[in-house]
């Protein structure tokens, strides 16, 4: 690619590309993993399940292995970054939950449950149980995972322990791999407070958010419903995808009979210790209004205060759209119009018209024809909050990979081939989605030239409660406690 055709407005630079130098600096210092438990003497399932075992009869050594790979490969980024950040934990416990505005992770596992109980008393103990287990998950620990025991009988795969609780085996397939950053987020969906006939499922409708909205139909939406919505919202982000994996295996485990899956979605994020990191259209995404780089004033754009219901306050909503791009279609336009439709400038991210990535947007930059030099159409114009009444949303993006799926073209000679299921899992976590989400992309939906590559099929708005303060406390207790 030349630097005269990545013109329009904005030179492609000659150097390499500029990062953020911004990186995201660990919160915390590495922690070593859990530390193992002596060994017992004999194989008693439990005892062997539980991880004190295998720590003592082999696996002791597997840090320093880890260390001794990572020593190999010095100065090899990618093996570098993943060695890093093992052992570094983020912290659980807070007046805000973790997983909104901590630096991104390279992995998440998205879900969301359904719950098959009308008892609220279920759910207080659901969430109290998931509170602790995602405490234990997030500080790395191996667990063993008390299970919900019904009022009839014991769990589906729960056996009774030492003390007449019932508990249930750590699949262990994260065993020894470290904290990993993991963060988990909770958030409660709209059918939580109303059911889809209007009951009350928990007595709790009468505190369902006016800000907690169902999102209408917008031009384009090919939305699956199967994955989409959900009572009750889990998102999991780590550097490792194991750890990620397991920690929605684990909290899905502890209450077989009282939430089931409804969906899930993996996605990833390349590592962004050089830069704010690309999505798959080639773009730094995350300059602007972002975890990576968030809004001066949090309490007026990401936090909800006291103009909605008390147990919501230090909270916040979450707006989740899957959205595939058509790769395909957009490799075969050439990147001096790729970045019209973006109005940035694909190398470096700077607007165009402006020398670097963190130059204003100047909207009203002429070029010698006087067309502007960010078309009307580009999609960071119409998203910007200049261009929005002020309305900020602050963005965490990751990127999805689904396969590919078959495709035959609708034209002569309808050649056959397959074509990617891969995108942008766009979260957006906001003070009210009514002055957030909802009117910029109002906007975006009926104008913005990135829809000529974008279609939504996945969509949910969730209630992002408060953090747990520290151990006793549990996510949701403003609301239900
Ligand atoms: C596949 C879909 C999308 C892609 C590839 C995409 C890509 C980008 C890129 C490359 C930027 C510029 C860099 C940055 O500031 O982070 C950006 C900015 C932004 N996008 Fe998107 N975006 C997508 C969907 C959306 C949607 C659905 C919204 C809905 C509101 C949105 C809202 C924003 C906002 C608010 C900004 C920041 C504008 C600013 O403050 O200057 N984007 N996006």
């Given at each position: 690619m030349t630097g005269q055709q990545a013109g329009g407005g904005g030179e492609m630079p000659a150097g390499p590309p500029q990062g953020s130098g911004q990186g995201t600096p660990p919160a915390h210092e590495p922690q070593a993993p859990a530390p193992p438990g002596p060994p017992a003497p004999g194989p008693s399932r439990r005892s062997l399940l539980r991880g004190g075992l295998l720590a003592g009869a082999g696996l002791a050594g597997a840090g320093a292995v880890a260390g001794g790979l990572a020593g190999g490969f010095a100065g090899h980024a990618i093996?570098?970054?993943?060695?890093?950040?093992?052992?570094?934990?983020?912290?659980?416990?807070?007046?805000?939950?973790?997983?909104?505005?901590?630096?991104?992770?390279?992995?998440?596992?998205?879900?969301?449950?359904?719950?098959?109980?009308?008892?609220?008393?279920?759910?207080?103990?659901?969430?109290?149980?998931?509170?602790?287990?995602?405490?234990?998950?997030?500080?790395?620990?191996?667990?063993?995972?008390?299970i919900y025991t019904p009022p009839g009988g014991g769990g589906a795969d729960a056996y009774a322990d030492a003390t007449g609780g019932s508990t249930t085996d750590d699949s262990l397939e994260a065993y020894m791999l470290g904290?990993?950053?993991?963060?988990?987020?909770?958030?409660?969906?709209?059918?939580?407070?109303?059911?889809?006939?209007?009951?009350?499922?928990?007595?709790?409708?009468?505190?369902?958010?006016?800000?907690?909205?169902?999102?209408?139909?917008?031009?384009?939406?090919?939305?699956?419903?199967?994955?989409?919505?959900?009572?009750?919202?889990?998102?999991?982000?780590?550097?490792?995808?194991?750890?990620?994996?397991?920690?929605?295996?684990?909290?899905?485990?502890?209450?077989?009979?009282?939430?089931?899956?409804?969906?899930?979605?993996?996605?990833?994020?390349?590592?962004?210790?050089?830069?704010?990191?690309?999505?798959?259209?080639?773009?730094?995404?995350?300059?602007?209004?972002?975890?990576?780089?968030?809004?001066?004033?949090?309490?007026?754009?990401?936090?909800?205060?006291?103009?909605?219901?008390?147990?919501?306050?230090?909270g916040s909503y979450l707006v989740y759209r899957r959205i595939r791009i058509t790769l395909e279609h957009w490799d075969r336009l050439p990147p001096n119009l790729q970045q019209q439709v973006i109005g940035r400038q694909k190398l470096n991210g700077a607007p165009l018209g402006q020398p670097t990535e963190f130059s204003p947007l100047d909207l009203d930059k002429r070029d010698a024809q006087g067309n502007p030099v960010i078309p009307f159409d580009a999609h960071v114009r119409l998203a910007a909050p200049q261009t929005n009444n002020g309305a900020v949303i602050v963005r965490r993006a990751f990127s999805y990979n689904n396969g590919t799926t078959p495709f035959t073209e609708r034209w002569p000679p309808w050649r056959q081939a397959l074509e990617y299921d891969a995108g942008l899992l766009f979260l957006a976590y906001q003070k009210d989605p009514r002055t957030g989400f909802l009117p910029i992309f109002t906007r975006l939906a009926e104008t913005d030239a990135l829809n000529q590559f974008t279609t939504h099929t996945a969509s949910a708005v969730f209630a992002v409660p408060p953090g747990a303060a520290g151990p006793g406390d549990w996510i949701g207790r403003t609301l239900l406690g």
């Open positions: 093996a570098d970054a993943t060695a890093d950040t093992a052992g570094q934990a983020e912290p659980f416990w807070g007046a805000h939950q973790a997983g909104i505005l901590t630096g991104t992770q390279r992995q998440t596992v998205l879900a969301a449950f359904d719950l098959t109980t009308s008892d609220r008393g279920d759910l207080v103990t659901l969430l109290k149980d998931w509170t602790a287990l995602a405490a234990e998950l997030t500080a790395g620990e191996s667990v063993t995972v008390p904290p990993s950053r993991l963060t988990l987020t909770v958030g409660f969906g709209r059918s939580l407070f109303v059911g889809s006939g209007g009951q009350d499922r928990f007595g709790i409708s009468g505190q369902l958010p006016e800000a907690l909205i169902d999102l209408p139909h917008f031009a384009g939406d090919e939305i699956a419903a199967a994955d989409s919505r959900g009572d009750v919202y889990l998102q999991a982000c780590a550097d490792d995808p194991q750890v990620a994996f397991h920690a929605v295996r684990s909290i899905a485990r502890i209450a077989p009979d009282v939430a089931t899956l409804r969906w899930t979605q993996l996605g990833f994020s390349p590592d962004n210790t050089g830069g704010t990191p690309r999505n798959l259209m080639g773009f730094r995404d995350g300059t602007m209004n972002s975890n990576l780089h968030p809004p001066a004033d949090l309490q007026a754009t990401v936090w909800a205060g006291p103009e909605g219901p008390a147990w919501m306050r230090r």
